[in-house]
């Protein structure tokens, strides 16, 4: 089940909503850096200060990257990025853009590459708060044993962003492998 959330907005915040091929998003920065994307459902524009709705520079290129990424033209988005958390939950969200396109990766082995393979649970938690989800690709991480597990969009839209990414051939490929 997807939870609307209303992030405080820093103080050069500014927001804006952009439609996708899976819903409307919502993305959250300042000309310096991203610090929020919002899946579709997970927020209400109208809880949003409508004099801070606007496209600084940061904003403005992750929603024309998130928008290539749907057309199929992007793999890897390059953007400015500062989510607020933990230094645990940093490293582990900057850790999930090293998961390739179209392919995914256990809570464990997530773990083990952020430094501690028995934090699987901790992983599994910071995954979960990821407060710029797609571009750090926190629907990328499933269960040991390949099932897909908790995403904050909810399980059908973790599959269909799983299913573009394996149905879109990587740019300058001729095929996709499975």
């Known amino acids: 089940m997807t939870v609307t959330v ?3 907005l820093g ?3 500014e927001w804006t909503v952009i439609a996708t091929p899976v819903g409307e998003m919502m993305v959250i920065g300042d000309d310096d850096a991203v610090h929020f994307v919002h899946l579709p459902g997970s927020f209400t524009p109208t809880g949003f ?3 801070r709705a606007g496209t600084p520079a940061a904003v403005r290129a992750a929603a024309t990257q998130i928008h290539a990424y749907f ?3 992007l793999i890897e988005f390059s953007l400015p990025l500062d ?3 933990t230094e645990f ?3 582990v969200w900057f850790a999930l853009g090293d998961i390739p396109y179209g392919t995914t990766e256990s809570y464990g082995e997530l773990a083990a590459r952020v430094g501690n393979p028995k934090a699987c649970r901790a992983v599994g938690l910071a995954n979960g708060r990821n407060p710029i989800p797609l571009v750090l690709p926190c629907h990328r991480v499933i269960g040991a044993n390949g099932s897909l597990t908790g995403y904050g969009g909810g ?3 973790k599959k269909r962003l799983l299913d573009h990414e394996r149905a879109v051939p990587a740019p300058g490929s001729t095929s996709r492998a499975s």
Do not use: K, W
């Open 89 to 91: 939950q940093r490293r």
């Open 49 to 51: 200060d409508p004099d």
């Open 6 to 8: 209303t992030p405080r």
């Open 155 to 157: 399980l059908e839209l």
């Open 11 to 13: 103080t050069t915040d």
């Open 83 to 85: 989510p607020a958390g």
């Open 71 to 73: 057309s199929g033209d």
